[in-house]
């Protein structure tokens, strides 16, 4: 749908930018809400680089995607959450006339209930969530399964001190989709993902009244199954800075272990997040 | 088209870097609500991020008569001026804290305060 690239950037443009998600790292989304009637908008942009191999030969290339993820809190504990991605790829191999390619991958939109809290102390927590959904054909050529996916999911999150940790799991199921695609999940098997998550805060080692940012290590591992009997494992590492108004975020993505068959393989991956209030 | 990209991306680094070398100050107000002028303070549980403190500031200061909020993520407090001969009750209070998703705890008013 030609109408696509243009209405997903008109809505991120016109988007004003506000609080935002917080302490979630870039990979495995966590069980924490914007808050009753707030808007949050997080943009991420990455570069990834993949290698495989289609019926008509071996092939590389670049991709870059810009996603814009917004949620608003319906009550404190349910939230409406979206995510809009914006692909560019670039084959290195084979190059042809038409080696370049700009479109929108399929979208999403989600409802994630907590249905779990408890606060034991001023910072300490843990929190859980139930996520459904349904990933939307964006029918945009070479970008979209155009199918309709719909989804379930599940995050933890703990914070005790200065250390975090997140637990993630989904389930996808694929009803449409080609034989040979880029990406996890664009297939036409059904996709799992189990993330695991470790952050700690390096400064402030304590907080006080005049705290207003907050800087964090963190550590990813990403699991990847696919029914079709495809996985990965993905550790990525990355740095957390989360201020009052705006955060920033920087990860990269690296494969661990691989068996992939039915897709192209993620040789590694560079995220930067942006995220603002005004 | 890949070299715009690389350039963005690159941008979107120096932004990065230099985010992490800016205190950040801005906010609503200025200047920050003296602890000493407070109206009331309201303890909170679960406030572990920067970001979780703006939350509630927010949504803190959408409540009628409340002039502006400041929270003390040391102490898990959030300390509120109240609006010129404006009263707040601690429902209201308690609710605030709970649509931001957090745990209230004691509401304590300051002598003379507005309530």
Redesign the interface.
């Known amino acids: 749908m030609k109408w696509a690239v243009p209405l997903t950037i008109f809505i991120t443009a016109l988007m004003p930018p506000m609080t935002a998600f917080a302490q979630e790292v870039l990979y495995t989304p966590s069980a924490t809400s914007p808050g009753k009637g707030i808007f949050a908008l997080r943009q991420n942009v990455s570069f990834e680089s993949f290698d495989g191999v289609r019926a008509d030969g071996a092939f590389s290339l670049d991709q870059f995607t810009y996603e814009t993820a917004i949620a608003y809190g319906i009550t404190a504990d349910l939230t409406l959450m979206s995510h809009l991605p914006l692909m560019y790829r670039d084959y290195a191999e084979p190059v042809t006339s038409n080696s370049e390619s700009f479109g929108v991958d399929d979208l999403d939109v989600m409802l994630k209930y907590r249905f779990f809290q408890k606060d034991v102390g001023n910072i300490d927590t843990v929190r859980m969530s139930l996520m459904g959904g349904i990933e939307l054909p964006s029918y945009s050529d070479q970008f979209s399964s155009e199918s309709f996916d719909p989804f379930i999911g599940w995050a933890m999150t703990m914070i005790e001190g200065r250390h975090g940790i997140g637990a993630h799991a989904k389930y996808k199921w694929n009803t449409g989709g080609g034989p040979y695609e880029i990406e996890f999940g664009d297939g036409q098997s059904d996709a799992i993902r189990l993330d695991g998550s470790y952050l700690y805060r390096i400064d402030p080692i304590e907080y006080t009244i005049d705290t207003t940012k907050s800087t964090y290590i963190m550590v990813e591992l990403n699991q990847r199954y696919e029914t079709n009997g495809d996985y990965e494992t993905l550790l990525s590492p990355g740095i957390l800075i989360e201020a009052q108004t705006w955060a920033a975020e920087i990860a990269v993505r690296l494969p661990i272990n691989q068996q992939v068959d039915h897709r192209a393989e993620l040789d590694w991956a560079l995220t930067f997040g942006l995220r603002f209030t005004f | 088209?890949?070299t715009l990209?690389i350039a963005?991306?690159l941008l979107?680094?120096i932004?990065?870097i230099g985010?992490?070398s800016t205190?950040?100050?801005?906010?609503t107000w200025l200047v920050p609500l003296d602890?000493a002028e407070a109206d009331a303070q309201v303890m909170?549980?679960?406030?572990?991020?920067?970001?979780?403190?703006?939350?509630?500031?927010?949504?803190m200061e959408?409540v009628d008569g409340i002039d502006q909020a400041?929270v003390?993520?040391?102490?898990?407090r959030v300390l509120v001026a109240f609006a010129e001969g404006a009263t707040i009750s601690e429902d209201e209070l308690l609710i605030a804290v709970?649509?931001?998703?957090?745990?209230p705890g004691e509401v304590s008013y300051r002598e003379g305060g507005g309530r």
């Open positions: 088209m890949k990209l963005a991306l979107f680094a932004t990065l985010c992490a205190g950040s100050t801005t906010g602890p909170v549980k679960g406030m572990s991020c920067p970001q979780c403190a703006n939350n509630i500031k927010d949504i959408r400041r003390d993520l040391g102490a898990g709970e649509d931001a998703g957090f745990t």
